[in-house]
């Protein structure tokens, strides 16, 4: 099935679209919810409420833009309103008292996409939370501070504060990391 016949099915309420549905995009928002969750349970748990988001607001999609795309804001939102739930994203550490915490583990000598995102999921949530959002996701600090409901200057201070706490966990690991905004490339070394 095309995508357009998966949607056309899934706005008849059709459990066999559904189901095509889930399977074409469950891994990469798997992979979206476990960069915002704490466990793989809670990943899953956000997936799963995830989808029953779509699919309940899936007539609200007008073909413009990508339809993945908009499945991913959806699940992104998800993903903040389960934090909000539980008051998750609210930790705000300060980056001493957050680095005492880490358990800092030896580097392979081959850094592998998973291992950035391993180190970034060290951070607490609340600084996890908004540097997902900026620099993976793309929103600006005004729509994360609407989408957390706090002030747009905590969203840069946990950004800043990610970003610094991010360069010491890799600098423990040997990881040296340069990036650039704007769709210029990720440049990433490992020492051994």
Same mark, same amino acid.
């Given at each position: 099935?095309?995508?357009?016949?998966?949607?056309?099915?899934?706005?008849?309420?059709? $459990?066999?679209?559904?189901?095509?549905?889930?399977?074409?995009?469950?891994?990469?928002?798997? @992979?979206?919810?476990?960069?915002?969750?704490?466990?793989?349970?809670? +990943?899953?748990?956000?997936?799963?409420? !995830?989808?029953?988001?779509?699919?309940?607001?899936?007539? @609200?999609?007008?073909?413009?833009?990508?339809? =993945?795309?908009?499945?991913?804001?959806?699940?992104?939102?998800?993903?903040?309103?389960?934090?909000?739930?539980?008051?998750?994203?609210?930790?705000?550490? *300060?980056?001493?008292?957050?680095?005492?915490?880490?358990?800092?583990?030896?580097? $392979?000598?081959?850094?592998?996409? /998973?291992?950035?995102?391993?180190?970034?999921?060290?951070? $607490?949530? !609340?600084?996890?939370?908004? #540097?997902?959002?900026?620099?993976?996701?793309?929103?600006?600090?005004?729509?994360? +501070?609407?989408?957390?409901?706090? =002030?747009?200057?905590? @969203?840069?201070?946990?950004?800043?504060?990610?970003?610094? #706490?991010?360069?010491?966990?890799? =600098? /423990?690991?040997?990881?040296?990391?340069?990036?650039?905004?704007?769709? *210029? @490339?990720?440049?990433?070394?490992?020492?051994?």
């Amino acid at each position: 099935m095309d995508i357009q016949t998966i949607i056309q099915g899934c706005l008849r309420n059709q $459990p066999a679209a559904q189901k095509e549905l889930y399977h074409l995009y469950s891994s990469k928002m798997l @992979s979206v919810c476990y960069r915002f969750s704490i466990n793989r349970q809670d +990943a899953e748990d956000m997936l799963q409420e !995830g989808f029953i988001r779509v699919f309940s607001q899936i007539q @609200s999609f007008q073909n413009k833009g990508s339809f =993945e795309g908009w499945v991913r804001r959806i699940i992104v939102h998800t993903c903040i309103n389960h934090l909000k739930k539980n008051k998750k994203f609210n930790d705000n550490l *300060q980056i001493e008292a957050a680095s005492m915490r880490l358990m800092v583990d030896d580097v $392979p000598s081959i850094l592998q996409a /998973k291992q950035v995102i391993d180190c970034i999921r060290v951070l $607490p949530i !609340g600084y996890r939370t908004v #540097l997902n959002l900026f620099a993976i996701e793309g929103y600006n600090h005004k729509e994360i +501070a609407a989408m957390l409901d706090i =002030e747009e200057s905590t @969203s840069r201070s946990q950004y800043t504060r990610a970003k610094q #706490l991010l360069a010491t966990i890799l =600098e /423990k690991r040997n990881i040296i990391i340069q990036t650039k905004k704007n769709g *210029q @490339s990720l440049n990433v070394a490992v020492s051994s």
